[in-house]
């Protein structure tokens, strides 16, 4: 079989032609300028290799036949600026068994089309989805099926085994011991080829080995339908055919992948089984690889000998020979409705016989078990905390700096404020000391979270979408890891600049202000973890500390609670920063504090703690207040932060 200028011979080998007719057996010579390029790397894997390459575990359940039928996608561009259809109604049929390429130029909507046959796009999408013959049921759907995205979100900190043992424990029954959960690893691992990383950190492999990792944690749990966003974009050719030809193993072995691709070279474009090109939203053709040469030339649009059809079809889609033709084409294949390009077009089965093919009662066992995700609540969460103490112990930047700058921001202010925690004559420093403590506690918690969160968002999102885990036990995880981090960091940081300043070596009064430290910690950073839920970095740097100026403003501190206008006093209710500042005052200055010692012989307006209190308007008997206020505030945020999340993880679909 000839495509232009590349022939598929009987074991799915590619060779270039020099020159000559199309579809003219043994007539093919091979050019000296443009060398045969059937070579072993770029060779598919033949059957029996496939059975030696292959997965161990094949898929044991119902192939998967995907129908659908006048997809349409709209996204609106913002207020008043109306609306843009990405998708014009596109039909098409993805066969089990079968590698599928969706192809198209840049902006055709491939990357849209598989969103929505992943279910991972549900906004502004219209038509069916048919899955064996029975409309798509999304929870049915989604433990059969993956969506590996373009980037890949992958554990940088974990290693190749680390990621996929935890993988395995999130994903595989818990029936499973350690054993068998390895085996299913080693086997996935040795297949992918990264058996021999499985010590090398996420961050440190190769594009080519990261996609791998990618492709083999999803095949943990054993899908029987990929969808993969250009899983060779960013490779270089070797790696690319690598990546290709495992999908087709995969594929061959019973599953359905579908993956996009943007301009593969015809090497590449062999190893696919099927194509479904794309132009401005619409279907040009779908059918088999081999089948669009004859296609194109029935059309009318003859791809030119020596021409890559990949390449070809790509120029006519987007519209480098005229419109014209994009029209012919989209009409020709009744935009995805038509199956005469496929293999044997009457053989393909009727959404009618699919259903007597695969009754309802073979569901009952996908149905089976109350959660969406494969683990219970409990095991995910014990899971996902011990992968965040491990991520904690090497990361660099949430605890290594974080508690570097503890010390170092303690030492310094320990320095510049050095005694004056017990001296008459500087209290109004050691107020400003208090306030500075303050921010400190506020900011670089909060800049932390909201530097670092938005990239932990996208692998949250892949990982929750991929029935990993809710998002409940994400979240407590999350908090559980952090908080002896946070504890940590706070109590050196407190001890240093608590006994520099000389502040009242009390345990009371220490136990206090450790309170108030803590409490502001953990508030500024839920208030981090709304904002890093929300926005990206750049928005949510500029936000992050815009929004917390007004909590300084009514703080207390530059105007007393005492001077705020009335109209504005409802500001110092909700100021997280002002029950800190109150609580650690009621801490130094609280508890009937006697009379300061004064140096030398000059006068100390504030030697006395009582006319210091009134003058900065400040009651010390209500640190308990100020700590069930922290306490109300630290909930609201925290309850905030998980409702913005849980939106979020809908909105961005
Ligand atoms: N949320 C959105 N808002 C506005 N336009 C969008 C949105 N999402 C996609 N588009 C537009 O829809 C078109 C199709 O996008 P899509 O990402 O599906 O294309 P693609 O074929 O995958 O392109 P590429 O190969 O470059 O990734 C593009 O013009 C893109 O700008």
């Not at 000296?32 to 997965?55: A, E, H, M």
């Not at 390429?101 to 909507?109: F, K, N, T, Y």
């Not at 990792?213 to 250009?230: C, K, R």
């Not at 909590?551 to 007393?560: E, H, L, Q």
Request: aromatic share 10%; with cysteine; glycine share 8%.
């Amino acid at each position: 079989m000839m495509l232009a200028g590349v022939q598929i011979v009987e074991d799915q080998s590619v060779t270039y032609k020099a020159d000559g007719e199309r579809d003219t057996p043994g007539g093919e010579r091979s050019s000296p300028s443009v060398p045969s390029t059937t070579t072993q790397s770029s060779k598919p894997p033949t059957p029996s290799q496939l059975q030696n390459r292959g997965l161990s575990r094949i898929p044991d359940k119902d192939p998967v036949d995907i129908q659908f039928s006048n997809i349409t996608c709209t996204v609106s561009l913002g207020i008043n600026k109306g609306s843009k259809q990405i998708l014009h109604g596109v039909n098409g049929r993805l066969r089990p068994k079968q590698l599928i390429a969706i192809m198209g130029p840049s902006g055709a909507g491939k990357s849209t089309l598989l969103d929505v046959l992943s279910g991972y796009r549900i906004s502004g999408v219209g038509g069916a989805i048919y899955i064996n013959g029975r409309g798509r049921i999304m929870k049915r759907f989604k433990k059969i099926s993956c969506y590996i995205q373009q980037d890949d979100r992958l554990q940088g900190l974990l290693t190749v085994s680390e990621n996929m043992a935890l993988a395995a424990d999130l994903k595989l029954p818990t029936t499973l011991d350690k054993y068998e959960k390895g085996e299913v690893i080693e086997d996935i691992l040795s297949n992918l080829g990264l058996y021999e990383h499985g010590n090398t950190r996420g961050a440190q492999l190769s594009g080519g080995q990261r996609k791998r990792l990618s492709i083999a944690l999803e095949l943990i749990n054993n899908p029987l339908v990929m969808f993969l966003d250009e899983p060779t974009t960013g490779l270089d050719s070797s790696s690319c055919s690598q990546v290709v030809q495992l999908c087709q193993s995969l594929a061959h072995q019973g599953r359905t992948i579908v993956c996009t691709v943007h301009q593969p070279s015809a090497s590449l474009f062999a190893l696919f089984d099927h194509v479904y090109v794309l132009a401005a939203g619409n279907c040009l053709y779908q059918g088999t690889t081999r089948n669009l040469v004859s296609y194109l030339d029935e059309a009318g649009i003859p791809c030119p000998i020596y021409h890559n059809p990949a390449d070809y079809v790509i120029e006519v889609a987007s519209g480098e020979y005229g419109d014209d033709k994009i029209e012919i084409l989209t009409t020709k294949i009744d935009n995805g409705k038509a199956h005469n390009w496929f293999d044997d077009p009457d053989s393909i089965p009727t959404m009618e016989t699919l259903r007597k093919l695969y009754p309802l009662s073979g569901m009952k066992e996908l149905d089976a078990g109350p959660g969406t995700e494969e683990t219970s609540q409990a095991n995910q969460r014990s899971v996902l905390i011990k992968r965040g103490f491990l991520k904690a112990k090497r990361d660099a930047t949430l605890t290594h700096l974080r508690v570097m700058v503890n010390v170092v921001v303690g030492i310094m202010l320990g320095t510049l404020f050095i005694n004056a925690g017990n001296e008459g004559s500087r209290v109004l420093d050691n107020y400003n000391l208090l306030f500075a403590i303050l921010m400190h506690h506020m900011m670089s918690p909060m800049m932390l979270t909201i530097l670092t969160f938005p990239s932990e968002m996208s692998i949250l999102l892949k990982e929750h979408f991929n029935r990993w885990y809710s998002l409940g036990s994400y979240y407590i995880s999350v908090t559980v890891v952090d908080l002896p981090i946070s504890i940590f960091s706070c109590a050196i940081f407190s001890v240093i600049v608590y006994t520099m300043s000389s502040q009242p070596l009390d345990l009371a009064r220490f136990a206090m202000f450790f309170t108030i430290s803590i409490y502001t910690v953990l508030v500024a950073q839920s208030f981090g973890l709304m904002v890093g839920a929300v926005f990206n970095v750049v928005n949510g740097t500029f936000l992050g500390p815009t929004l917390s100026v007004p909590m300084m403003m009514f703080a207390g501190f530059g105007v007393t609670l005492r001077d705020l206008p009335p109209y504005l006093y409802w500001g110092s209710y909700v100021s997280y920063l002002r029950y800190g500042l109150e609580g650690y005052i009621a801490a130094i200055y609280g508890l009937d504090r006697p009379t300061l010692a004064c140096e030398g012989d000059i006068y100390c307006h504030y030697k006395h703690p009582k006319v210091f209190l009134k003058d900065i308007a400040m009651n010390p008997d209500m640190f308990w207040w100020d700590v069930f206020a922290l306490t109300v505030t630290l909930f609201s945020l925290r309850t905030a932060a998980f409702l913005l999340l849980k939106w979020k993880l809908r909105a961005v679909r």
